[in-house]
């Protein structure tokens, strides 16, 4: 069974602060994504990664892949109150012929306070 | 921007009655998915529905689930006999490409309630 995990489930900070949060796996992806996920609302996609090492920017938003495609990050720079949400990563299975479907991750719930 | 809408918001209903989940995808998507969230627990996969039929189902969508894309629209999500253990927000998603290929676009969900 393959396992995403997420660290740290929860993270309060205040605005202006930095932060990173991990997705782990042992694992390996095809590609892994990053969701946000507002209360009441759907996942909604922040971005994918494919690439081994891929780094990927989003405004304040660094995501990167591990080299060996089984672990993730994302650092936020300078956190603002408006990006107090739910982040999940979902891991892409791909077994070839078949239709791959995610993997998710439990997330990491951040607060950020004015 | 276009999105995926899913109808009704909120579902109650009494253990051992059928539930019928609807979802209109993003009209040019091909992939159809099920997942659903347990509260407090992670978001897993159902099933995935391609070209008009499941192209992929997990351990939890046994015989009780079954989907089904009746016109050009509509993809539903039918559980024909209820648990308690059902309760939990259930999200349709489309994808243009199957995933993990192509990112997939959620609706913001149907919370159901088996009572």
């Known amino acids: 069974t393959q396992l995403l995990e997420q660290s740290p489930q929860f993270l309060s900070i205040q605005e202006g602060e930095n932060l990173t949060v991990y997705c782990n796996s042992s694992?390996?992806?095809?590609?892994l994504q990053w969701y946000r996920q507002e209360p009441g609302e759907g996942p909604v996609l922040l971005v994918t990664?494919?690439?081994?090492?891929e780094v990927k920017k989003l405004k304040r938003l660094t995501f990167q892949f591990g080299d060996a495609r089984k672990d993730s990050s994302l650092h936020i720079t300078a956190a603002q109150p408006g990006d107090t949400g739910l982040y999940l990563c979902?891991?892409?299975?791909?077994?070839?012929?078949?239709?791959?479907?995610?993997?998710f991750g439990k997330g990491t719930k951040l607060s950020v306070k004015p | 921007e276009p999105e995926v809408t899913q109808t009704p918001s909120h579902q109650v209903t009494q253990m051992g009655q059928e539930v019928i989940l609807r979802c209109v995808p993003i009209?040019?998507?091909?992939?159809f998915y099920w997942y659903r969230q347990i509260l407090g627990q992670k978001v897993e996969f159902l099933v995935s529905?391609?070209?008009?039929?499941?192209?992929?189902k997990s351990e939890i969508f046994d015989d009780q689930f079954s989907v089904e894309r009746p016109d050009g629209s509509n993809f539903t999500l039918k559980i024909r006999s209820t648990k308690l253990e059902d309760s939990a927000m259930y999200f349709c998603?489309?994808?243009?490409?199957?995933?993990?290929?192509?990112?997939?676009?959620f609706g913001n969900g149907t919370r159901l309630t088996v009572t």
């Open positions: 998603a489309s994808s243009v490409f199957r995933a993990p290929d192509s990112p997939l676009h």
């Open positions: 694992s390996v992806f095809s590609s």
């Open positions: 990664v494919v690439t081994g090492g």
């Open positions: 979902a891991g892409g299975v791909d077994y070839g012929g078949s239709q791959g479907n995610l993997i």
């Open positions: 009209s040019n998507h091909l992939y």
């Open positions: 529905f391609y070209n008009n039929e499941i192209s992929e």
